[in-house]
């Protein structure tokens, strides 16, 4: 139905490599976000699933169908601009029956499915206006509304949410995750947000430079990144990374020595002969702890921000003064320049080798604690 | 912006107006005045505004005088109005595919154009006299349209070409992924969006063809009946003397529906020449 695999697909203009092979495969119905900086492709990608961007070399199917040289329509796949690109001069009603105007379809039918689209979409009484009379987010909704009326198997989004401001955006979010399994359809979405990918999609493709740099689920890309890039690319504010040396490896757990000193035990699956290795710790900004924790590391604070529900302090840390950001508590005692004496766990901690591989952490891979579905049960 | 003048720099800007203004009109008052005048009063030295025996008599004598006057008016209509629809069949499709596609020559051709618009027609009217002669086109209305289109058709791409690049491509792109075809693309998408740029060409075509059609009657056409109104003013100019009142009534009304239509669609020039200008 709306299945969709790629076979080292690439994309070069010229002599520059934009798609480097990307080997990738999407089953019917899931939502899946392609995220990633300016730049790595994911839109690139997202069009070339489309229809709209020649493939260089590598093959991509739908539905066990290799559709390299089909037009757009022939692929069973509607898309969603940026920019809404709805039809400026056609009312609501003529923007969404557009796609089956372009089949002939009979006149009923095609009143009967622009209906259903206006109706999953609450644009009833929309549909005798022009986009230009419409706010940004009723616009999205007719730009959707043109993507669903045609009953495609994979639907594409490309950024639909970035032009619109940031209480709507969260309620398109939510919108969107309805239509995904009212429709049961296969949805690819191209954001550069964390938060939107997140929040939506069943799997994420993080891509770096036109690669696939880590495929998973939310939880997977945040508790396990796989790689320095993801690491640093899922969650805000970003992952702190301190430079270490590794004192003992072994297969139930690492022990390494920052830069003061002080010594670590992470539980990561370590690999042979890494002693005496310098590696890199990474930290979560929301895994420091005023007190406690395995290891106590002392930041200056350079900048203070009090959000009422968290305290960001962006933190300076060691001789070499490198950045360091922590998520403490709103009421944290946290004063500007004044020392900091913030824990950290080692089973909190990420480890990456010198190439930027992550050292594979020890860690249950659920959406619910178990320690709290046990309470709620008794 | 905020504009702040001291009152007599607007009477200087107002001045510059009025001097430009005096300029560009004149002859039209000139020629409005001659009209009211009847023959006798035309020569008055010193020259005066107002003369004796002003009348309105050369609006209505001058039918009689030329009789086929409404026909000459017609045909030079016609002849615009089907050297801008021609013209526009051409220049649509033409604008489009110079400002989508990318294809060899395109630049080259688009500075040909250019070129082409450097060459007054009259330069080329003795080699165009002989390829009418031999097709035996002469003294039909085609071969006064048929130069006129075109002559106009370079103009008119680069007037629209530049318009049609400001329509953003995800228009089209969401088109393709609708399932159109690029030429209901064009039709159904593309034309209406473009409608005011389309407007601008369609009446600065409109202007080119009434004006330049006077070389193609003259030289092209010795039918009477085919003739425009440029060409059947001449038939004021008598043997003895020329009937100017009846002729500058003539010329006044001939150019009344260039008039009509350029105080009717000037909001689309203004829209059209302006619109992409400046991000809404």
Redesign the interface.
Known sequence: MGQLNMRAVHKTYGTMEVIKGIDLDIAHGEFVVFVGPSGCGKSTLLRMI???EEITSGEVQIDGKRVNDL???KRG???V???Y??????SVYENIA??LR??KMKKAELDARVRRASAILKLDERLGHKPGQLSGGQRQRVAIG?AIV?EPSVFLFDEPLSNLDAALRADMRVELSKLHSELDATMIYVTHDQVEAMTMADRIVVLDGGLISQVGSPLELYHKPANLFVAGFIGNPKMNFLPVVCESSGLDGVTVRLEDGGKLRLSVAGRPGMEGQKLTLGIRPEHLTTGGGDLQLTLLPRVIERLGMQTVAYASYGKDETPFTAVLAGSAPAAVNQPLHLGIAGSDCHLFDRDGVAFERDVALTDLDPTQLLQAAS | MIDRYRWWEYVLIYLGLGLLLVFVLAPFVEAFLVSLRPLDGLFSIPYRFVTEGMSFDAYFTMWKSVPLLWRYMLNSFFIAAAVTVLGLMAIIPASYAFSRFEFKGRNVMMGCFLAVNMVSGAVLIIPLYKVMQNLGLLNTYFAMIAPGVAFVIPTGIWLLRSYLMKIPPELEEAALVDGAGRLYTLVRVIIPVAMPGIMVVAITTFIAAYAQQFLYALTFNSVNELNPLPVGLYQFFGRQHVVWNELMAASLVGILPVLLLYVFLQKYIVAGLTAGAVKS
Do not use: K, T
Not at chain 1, 85 to 90: I, K, N, Q
């Open positions: 489309a229809g709209l037009p757009p329509v796949i509607s898309m601009f940026q920019s690109a709805l039809y400026p001069h056609m557009f796609p372009v089949e043109r045609r």
